[in-house]
């Protein structure tokens, strides 16, 4: 499995701005994704986008504020986050899969170990 690390996450204040980095240490899954998990709460699909850049998958609570990005020259992604709100709060985790479906979460398999973003 691929290494991702990831990074960035902060305390913010109820509307601000925030990106979160994921370094892999190659680039091969065809699908990479962001995940968060609020205390007491399943964790939920955020966000995926294909290895060609293709895409990119919302969940609804983040359309218009969330963006999802790749650099493929340092083999990172990125979740840049926009008008944070409270209950955006959780730990952020980076995962990879290379089934054809991005937005299927249940396929993701490899995984990161978290970042935190609390917006308070």
């Known amino acids: 499995d691929v290494q991702l690390v990831e990074s960035g996450g902060d305390l913010v204040r109820p509307g601000g701005s925030l990106r979160v980095s994921c370094a892999a240490g190659t680039y091969s899954s065809n699908c990479m994704g962001w995940f968060r998990q609020a205390p007491g709460k399943e964790r939920e699909g955020v966000a995926c986008l294909y290895r060609s850049g293709g895409g990119p998958y919302y969940q609804d609570s983040v359309k218009g504020r969330f963006t999802i990005s790749r650099d493929s020259a340092k083999n990172t992604v990125y979740l840049q986050m926009y008008g944070l709100k409270p209950e955006d709060t959780g730990m952020y985790f980076c995962?990879?899969?290379?089934?054809?479906?991005?937005?299927?979460?249940?396929?993701?398999?490899?995984w990161g170990q978290g970042t935190q973003v609390t917006v308070s």
């Open positions: 995962a990879s899969h290379s089934g054809t479906l991005c937005s299927s979460w249940t396929r993701y398999s490899n």
